[in-house]
T-cell receptor, first 115, second 111 residues
C-alpha cells in the first residue's frame, strides 16, 4: 500500500493565491521529507529538505519566502506556495526518507495550475 | 556536486524485446543508485536499486548493473510488456543523502 499520501492531487487557482500542499508519511515517523518540482517532460528537481522541528533547507535558487515549508510533526510536512503566479505552475512531489538504509518513497504529486 | 546523465531520452521497443537505459554519474563518493518508474500524472515509484558494494542485481525481468570504476550504471528490462511503458529515472545519492535524478527516459513498448 501507499507509504506517502499527498494532498491535493490537483489545484487550479487564480494568480496571487496562496496554495498549501500536504505530505503525510503513513507507515512510519519521518524526521526528513523532501519537496521536488517537476516541469513538463523534465526531471525532478529538489527544492528543499524538510526537517521535523527545525527550519527547512532550501536548494540554491529556491526562494524560501515564496515556498514556505512546515514540518510540524513526524508524519506531516506542508509546502505553501505564496502569492502564486503562472510561472509557479508545475508538478510538486514530496518524498519521505526511508528508515535506516532504505530508499525514499514518493507521493503521487500535486499538479498546480495558476491562471 | 553530483551530476547524473541518462541516455537515451526516448526508447521504443517491440513487446517481448529488451530495453536498456544507461546512466553515468560524476561523484565517486555516491554509493546508492535507485531506479524509478513514473507513470503519467503520478509520482515516481522505486523499481530496483543497487548499492556500490555489488555489481549487479536482478528482480524478475528487471536488472541493474553498476561499474564503479567507469561510474556507469544501467537498467535492463527483458521481455518488455506494454505496461512497462512509462518514464524511467535513474538517480544517485550524494553524501548529504540528496537524490540527484537523471533526465529521464520515455520508454514505449508497442504490442
Amino acid at each position: 500500500g501507499a507509504v506517502v499520501s499527498q494532498h491535493p492531487s490537483r489545484v487550479i487557482c487564480k494568480s496571487g493565491t496562496s496554495v498549501k500542499i500536504e505530505c503525510r508519511s503513513l507507515d512510519f515517523q519521518a524526521t526528513t521529507m523532501f519537496w521536488y518540482r517537476q516541469f513538463p517532460k523534465q526531471s525532478l528537481m529538489l527544492m528543499a529538505t524538510s526537517n521535523e522541528g527545525s527550519k527547512a533547507t532550501y536548494e540554491q535558487g529556491v526562494e524560501k519566502d515564496k515556498f514556505l515549508i512546515n514540518h510540524a510533526s513526524l508524519t506531516l510536512s506542508t509546502l505553501t506556495v505564496t502569492s502564486a503566479h503562472p510561472e509557479d505552475s508545475s508538478f510538486y512531489i514530496c518524498s519521505v526518507e526511508g528508515r535506516s538504509n532504505q530508499p525514499q518513497h514518493f507521493g503521487d504529486g500535486t499538479r498546480l495550475s495558476i491562471l | 556536486g553530483e551530476n547524473v546523465e541518462q541516455h537515451p531520452s526516448t526508447l521504443s521497443v517491440q513487446e517481448g524485446d529488451s530495453a536498456v537505459i544507461k546512466c553515468t554519474y560524476s561523484d565517486s563518493a555516491s554509493n546508492y543508485f535507485p531506479w524509478y518508474k513514473q507513470e503519467l500524472g503520478k509520482g515516481p515509484q522505486l523499481i530496483i536499486d543497487i548499492r556500490s558494494n555489488v555489481g549487479e542485481k536482478k528482480d524478475q525481468r528487471i536488472a541493474v548493473t553498476l561499474n564503479k570504476t567507469a561510474k556507469h550504471f544501467s537498467l535492463h528490462i527483458t521481455e518488455t510488456q506494454p505496461e512497462d511503458s512509462a518514464v524511467y529515472f535513474c538517480a544517485a545519492i550524494t553524501d548529504t543523502d540528496k537524490l540527484i535524478f537523471g533526465t529521464g527516459t520515455r520508454l514505449q513498448v508497442f504490442p
